[in-house]
């Protein structure tokens, strides 16, 4: 349904809000949510995500912002709800593109700034710091940033005040009454506005799968210090970049067990570096060491901090793991504790981090061998308390694959909510509310993904993927194609094929294979591909032949259906066409 359709059989449009989700629908990660009125319009987070196996070269995921480039006049500003990159890391790229506000707390915006930096955009970066309480008026929307308890500090949830009512957009969000930084949930502030009327719940269901409460961040304290305790060498911790509040408790006990720390990884560094600037990582700098100068001191004396919890291939942990790091080593007797979980998708990779630690001697402990992680996200009972704080007239769940999603629907109905008001959507659908009704309508190309090689502005077409997936599964062929002349030769006819009535001439015809076929094993098939290529060629007019573009479609065609015929596979044929 287009936008003027639905202009025209909706009675009320200033009677209503337009919420559609560009991303966090469907897939962990790419956070991004649209809210829009008559006349403005709003996003909340803007997030990329990690490319999985099947997406071979690609570094991040961005969401496609088309919808947004159409509307830039009527956007008025982009909220955060914290610092962690599923819901920050496409802003840059956002924001080469949309020239508009940004609001989000302290440590959101410090952690955001360093990447608008490295791409260049943040001297035109219009960053505006909000605070947990603040409101801010946004046209039809009134943002109210309401604290809530996550593994990052400075999380917020988002009430949006709107012409027909409250919508509140959770964020990430759990109920942890002992945090790191003593700042809980704000229950009062969320129980006050479910007494004064919620329209609409929008709310995280990562753990949504997940039974009962999560436990406190403090609930692997023990464990760790444990680990401490029996770790008579190196001590590698290695956990997510922005996972601040486990970082502070690595910091505590490294003072308590009177470890020097060690940071690698640059993000990690960036991090640190941010969050103690601002107060929110109390760190004693006299404990402090460079990585590098880390070999100069006794193994038990060292702890140190390293990125690369979900087997990034460069990343510090991959690097040490395989001996390529440039001043740090795994020895047998070290131990590597991974506090983080395990991103779906991510398992192979990390399991060839393991590995490899494993053979180099080391003892790992992580999620699913020891008390070493707790999620930032609630689980199912969380999320229960959430609806029942809030006690919303209309639902829908965000953030997760579509299981999540619907599991999320289930909890909201289990606890009063009307069936016939919750809603589960998918990147791009346009959920469309009034005071009265919710109702989740087409998708009619709102939303996308932007798959990036390198920089920001470097998009990877779809096309050019596919051409990846297929060169990894089925391997290349190159038939080389000489013509000649008909006056090449000083004159005389040419005697390798008597094509002479078309004017060009076809020479030597060379293939050449790789990740397709054994070239030595295949003579037969190799000199049947010739054949047909002589063939196809020779059938070409003379017109035909002088197009080399025709030349390449037409051998192309022929030689990919050889292949599929012969070997069922279906190889990437690139001709390369030589006139002399």
Do not use: W
């Not at 987070?45 to 196996?53: C, K």
Request: net charge negative; proline share 4%; charged share 25%.
């Amino acid at each position: 349904m287009t936008d003027s359709t639905l202009n025209n059989n909706k009675e009320n449009v200033n009677g209503s809000v337009s919420i559609i989700p560009l991303g966090g629908l469907g897939e962990f990660g790419l956070n991004m949510m649209v809210y829009e009125t008559e006349d403005d319009l709003i996003v909340i987070d803007s997030g990329f995500m990690l490319p999985g196996s099947d997406m071979p070269g690609v570094d991040l995921i961005f969401p496609d912002i088309h919808y947004l480039a159409e509307r830039q006049e009527k956007i008025r500003g982009i909220l955060l709800t914290h610092g962690h990159e599923d819901h920050i890391g496409a802003l840059a790229y956002v924001l080469r593109q949309l020239d508009v506000p940004v609001y989000g707390t302290q440590l959101t915006l410090a952690i955001a700034s360093g990447r608008l930096r490295e791409y260049g955009v943040l001297g035109k970066a219009q960053l505006n710091t909000i605070a947990p309480g603040d409101t801010v008026e946004l046209g039809d929307f009134t943002a109210e940033f309401i604290h809530v308890a996550h593994s990052i500090p400075d999380s917020v949830a988002i009430a949006l005040q709107t012409p027909i009512g409250v919508i509140v957009h959770t964020g990430d969000f759990k109920f942890d009454m002992t945090p790191v930084d003593g700042k809980l949930t704000d229950i009062q502030r969320l129980a006050r506005l479910g007494t004064e009327g919620v329209l609409m719940l929008i709310s995280d269901s990562t753990n949504a799968e997940r039974p009962g409460q999560i436990p406190s961040e403090r609930s692997i304290y023990s464990t760790i210090d444990g680990i401490f305790q029996n770790t008579e060498q190196t001590l590698f911790l290695c956990t997510f970049s922005s996972s601040l509040h486990r970082i502070q408790q690595f910091i505590d006990l490294a003072n308590k067990h009177r470890r020097l720390i060690a940071v690698t990884g640059r993000s990690l560094i960036n991090n640190v570096r941010t969050a103690t600037e601002l107060g929110y990582l109390e760190v004693n700098s006299d404990y402090l060491i460079d990585a590098r100068d880390a070999s100069m001191f006794r193994p038990h004396e060292v702890m140190i901090l390293s990125t690369g919890s979900q087997g990034e291939p460069r990343s510090a942990l991959t690097l040490m793991a395989l001996d390529n790091h440039p001043f740090l080593n795994v020895e047998p007797g070290d131990t590597v504790v991974i506090s983080a979980r395990i991103i779906p998708g991510n398992e192979k990779a990390i399991g060839h981090v393991v590995n490899h630690l494993l053979k180099r001697g080391a003892k790992i402990y992580h999620e699913r061998n020891a008390n070493v992680h707790v999620s930032g996200h609630g689980a199912s009972e969380d999320l229960k308390l959430m609806i029942n704080l809030l006690r919303p007239k209309f639902f829908t769940p965000m953030h997760g694959e579509y299981q999540n999603l619907v599991r999320h629907a289930e909890l909201a109905e289990s606890v009063g909510i009307p069936k016939e008001n919750i809603n589960v959507a998918e990147d791009g659908e346009l959920i469309y509310l009034t005071a009265d009704s919710c109702e989740v309508l087409g998708r009619e190309g709102r939303s996308g993904r932007v798959l990036v090689d390198g920089k920001p502005e470097i998009e990877l077409e779809d096309i050019v993927l596919r051409d990846r997936i297929q060169l990894s599964e089925d391997g290349i062929v190159v038939p080389i194609i000489v013509l000649h002349s008909d006056t090449a030769d000083g004159g005389q006819q040419s005697a390798v094929d008597d094509d002479s009535k078309a004017g060009l001439n076809t020479g030597e015809i060379e293939i050449i294979s790789r990740g397709f076929v054994y070239m030595d094993e295949s003579e037969e098939l190799i000199e049947e591909a010739k054949k047909i290529t002589r063939n196809v060629i020779a059938n070409l007019s003379d017109e035909q032949k002088h197009e080399t573009e025709t030349v390449q479609d037409e051998v192309r065609s022929a030689l990919r259906r050889f292949f599929s015929k012969q070997m069922q596979r279906s190889p990437l044929v690139f001709p390369v066409v030589m006139r002399v």
